[in-house]
């Protein structure tokens, strides 16, 4: 079974950086998409990074102050974080597990609803 253990979450002030990790048991991260997700209390699941097998990313805005980034070796998938905000304060989730497949990374890949694995989300507290 596919498990998702995230961390390196934590309070930081306005401008300041972050690296989250996710660790994945029993999957082989080098040949499938991942992403990261996240969500503010009262607001919905947002997009923040997806990376495809190979290593092609994608963000959904065009110039992103985060970084999505793997290490096959390790199965950790990292998202490093700069330049943060008080609005970038969220649970973090990271997920796998993408239905279709690399073949669907374009059009799939900064959607949550299309992951079948997530893990359990790390905490980002951003002070201003």
């Known amino acids: 079974q596919v498990q998702l253990v995230e961390s390196g979450g934590g309070s930081v002030q306005a401008g300041g950086s972050l690296r989250l990790s996710c660790e994945a048991s029993?999957?082989?991260?080098?040949?499938?998409?991942m992403g990261w997700f996240r969500q503010a209390p009262g607001k919905g699941r947002e997009a923040v990074a997806a990376?495809?097998?190979?290593?092609?990313t994608s963000y959904p805005n065009s110039v992103s102050r985060f970084t999505i980034s793997r290490d096959n070796a390790k199965k950790t998938l990292y998202l490093q974080m700069n330049s943060l905000k008080p609005e970038d304060s969220a649970m973090y989730y990271c997920?796998?597990?993408?239905?279709?497949?690399?073949?669907?990374?374009?059009?799939?890949?900064?959607?949550?609803?299309?992951?079948?694995?997530w893990g359990q989300g790390t905490q980002v507290t951003v002070s201003s």
């Open positions: 990376i495809d097998s190979d290593g092609s």
């Open positions: 997920a796998a597990g993408l239905i279709g497949g690399s073949g669907y990374f374009r059009r799939r890949g900064l959607i949550g609803s299309w992951y079948r694995y």
């Open positions: 029993a999957y082989t991260i080098n040949i499938n998409p």
